[in-house]
Antibody, heavy 119, light 106 residues
Framework: QVQLVQSGAEVKTPGSSMRVSCQAS????????ITWVRQAPGQGLEWMGS????????KYAHKFQDRVSLTADKSTTTAYMELTGLTSDDTAVYYC????????????WGQGTLVTVSS | DIQLTQSPSSLSASIGDRVTITCRAS??????LHWYQQKPGKPPKFLIY???GLPDGVPSRFSGSGTGTEFSLTIVNLQPEDSATYYC????????FGQGTKVEIK
């Protein structure tokens, strides 16, 4: 059973940075791509970017490309998402999800990490 | 960027009803369209892949169809546990999600 376990909730101040981790376990294969999606309170899903684990090659949504950095550690099958220049608009639940075939389908999701940006 | 527009934004239906949600893309995306179900406080659940594929474990009352710019998700014999918000997602060019459709049980 594939599991994606994310780091815990955080409270950040405006202008600071956040870093969320996502460790994959279970199954007999490494997930090929990890995608990050966020959801502001009461709002819909927003794609932030994806990273191919084997290549460490990220792609970013235009909206976030100046502020987000996706990295991955193959040895621990852990992906990281860093977002800088935080504002209150970045308050959201951040999810990682697995794309097993690099076609965009997200079959397993992490539990979500709530990040609150507040002064 | 490719925009996805879902309709309706919300609906209310009775147990046993047939429900259809539409997702329209701003340009052709072939069948790179997927559906997810999300319940409050939970991560989304993978529901339909590539417009009409049913992942293992998803009940057969869920089905998807469409190609190009027009897609639909249909739930037949609506059950209480189907109360949720449903999202479409395209992966043809980068990724994006529709705004969601909330399904409530009367």
């Amino acid at each position: 059973q594939v599991q994606l376990v994310q780091s815990g909730a955080e409270v950040k101040t405006p202008g600071s940075s956040m870093r969320v981790s996502c460790q994959a376990s279970g199954g007999t294969f490494v997930p090929s791509t990890i995608t990050w999606v966020r959801q502001a309170p009461g709002q819909g899903l927003e794609w932030m970017g994806s990273i191919i684990l084997s290549l460490g090659k990220p792609k970013y949504a235009h909206k976030f490309q100046d502020r987000v950095s996706l990295t991955a550690d193959k040895s621990t099958t852990t992906a990281y998402m860093e977002l800088t220049g935080l504002t209150s608009d970045d308050t959201a639940v951040y999810y990682c999800a697995r794309d097993p075939n690099e076609t965009g389908t997200l079959d397993y999701w992490g539990q979500g990490t709530l990040v609150t940006v507040s002064s | 960027d490719i925009q996805l527009t879902q309709s309706p934004s919300s609906l209310s239906a009775s147990i046993g009803d047939r429900v259809t949600i539409t997702c329209r893309a701003s340009q052709s995306i072939s069948t790179y369209l997927h559906w997810y179900q999300q319940k409050p406080g939970k991560p989304p659940k993978f529901l339909i892949y590539h417009a009409s594929g049913l992942p293992d474990g998803v009940p057969s009352r869920f089905s998807g169809s469409g190609t190009g710019t027009e897609f639909s998700l249909t739930i037949v014999n609506l059950q209480p546990e189907d109360s949720a918000t449903y999202y479409c997602q395209q992966s043809y060019l980068m990724n994006s999600f529709g705004q969601g459709t909330k399904v409530e049980i009367k």
